[in-house]
Each structure stands twice: as C-alpha cells, then as structure tokens.
T-cell receptor
Framework: DAGITQSPRHKVTETGTPVTLRCHQTENHRYMYWYRQDPGHGLRLIHYSYGVKDTDKGEVSDGYSVSRSKTEDFLLTLESATSSQTSVYFC????????????FGPGTRLTVL | QKEVEQDPGPLSVPEGAIVSLNCTYSNSAFQYFMWYRQYSRKGPELLMYTYSSGNKEDGRFTAQVDKSSKYISLFIRDSQPSDSATYLCAVSGNEKLTFGTGTRLTIIP
C-alpha cells in the first residue's frame, strides 16, 4: 500500500459522537486525499491537502473537516457523526501535478449507529 | 450527467475468456486516464495509466482511450480467477481524479 497506513481500520460509533480518522504516509508525498466509497457511488473526494496546513474541499465535504500539521499525517474529523456517514474511507497520496497517479491506503470501515 | 459513467456489472466470465470493461466521460479536457483494481476489502491499486488517445499494453492487460468518442476501455486477455476484483476507471483533471463507480468482475474457474 505504498507506505500508507490508516487508523483505526474498523470503528463503530453512535450518532452525534465525534470521530477522527488518521492517515499516515512514509513517502513524503506532497498531496494527500480523503475519499469515501459507497455502493453505487464509487469513490468520492471529501477533502484534500496540497501541503502542510493547505487543504481544500472535495465533492462531498459537508460534515467533515481535515487537518494537516505534518507532511506525513492527514486527519479526517467527523464533528458529529450521522448514519449517512457510514462508509469505507480511503486515504490516498500523490506527488502532485496534472496526471499524477494516486496511491491508496487500506481503508477504514466506519459504522455509525 | 456524471463526469464518468461505468457499468457496475456484475460481470461473470469463464476462465480464459477476454474481458472488456468500459467507461465514458463527459469533459473533453481530460488528458490522463487510469484503471485501478480493487480486491475485496482492500484499497484500490493502480493497474494501467494512459495519456491522451491510443493503446497501452502491459502483459495480459490493454488500456485503450478514444478521445473522439470520450470512451475508455480495459481489455484482459486469458482471464484468470486472480483477476476477480472490482475495476475502477478514473480520469485526471485539475489535479484531482474522478472515478467511475466500478465494475465487479468474477472469473469462473
């Protein structure tokens, strides 16, 4: 998985609780991404980062926030989890630039009851 | 209209068959096209990468892009049970990837 780890790998939580997912890379890549994957929707971009403290919204950013204080770590926070955020979350990294390929982590399976 | 459309399948073929997977896209500005393979409960892994129109071959896999019709294809020759996975097409634009929904493929021994 190209030097990318995600934690936790599985999590079950209750509606209304805050949740933080962590992505850690050892490749020193500039760009990091958070996606969610749902049946019938494929992979959808939540937020991405193009450098330390530099982030931007993706296609489905409502209800999510991110932070990147170090090159190697990218955190995804659900401030108040809802059942609609039950999904599999993937982190990806790339060196950046047009056409650059992205490499994915193993995923975090989140269930919000 | 979605930027990338992909038939979700599922698709089941016998071992040894030729498999054809396809996507269409809407934005003619896209120049980079990729295929990812995703095994069950794993992250997607890059399988093929193509720039602009044309073919690219890697072993049993061939990626084809026809920009005039905005159509991208992946062909798998001599399919094997180990090819059973979900295949996602992706197009690159504005430093972001847009993915198709994925086609679930099963190769029957």
């Amino acid at each position: 998985d190209a030097g990318i780890t995600q934690s936790p790998r599985h999590k079950v939580t209750e509606t209304g609780t805050p949740v933080t997912l962590r992505c850690h890379q050892t490749e020193n890549h500039r760009y990091m991404y958070w996606y969610r994957q749902d049946p019938g929707h494929g992979l959808r971009l939540i937020h991405y980062s193009y450098g330390v403290k530099d982030t931007d919204k993706g296609e489905v950013s409502d209800g999510y926030s991110v932070s990147r204080s170090k090159t190697e770590d990218f955190l995804l926070t659900l401030e108040s989890a809802t059942s609609s955020q039950t999904s599999v979350y993937f982190c990806a990294i790339s060196e950046g630039g047009e056409g650059d390929t992205q490499y994915f982590g193993p995923g975090t399976r989140l269930t919000v009851l | 209209q979605k930027e990338v459309e992909q038939d979700p399948g599922p698709l089941s073929v016998p071992e040894g068959a030729i498999v054809s997977l396809n996507c269409t896209y809407s934005n003619s500005a896209f120049q980079y096209f990729m295929w990812y393979r995703q095994y069950s409960r794993k992250g997607p892994e890059l399988l093929m990468y193509t720039y602009s129109s044309g073919n690219k071959e890697d072993g049993r896999f061939t990626a084809q892009v026809d920009k005039s019709s905005k159509y991208i294809s992946l062909f798998i020759r001599d399919s094997q049970p180990s090819d059973s996975a979900t295949y996602l097409c992706a197009v690159s634009g504005n430093e972001k990837l847009t993915f198709g929904t994925g086609t679930r493929l099963t190769i029957i021994p």
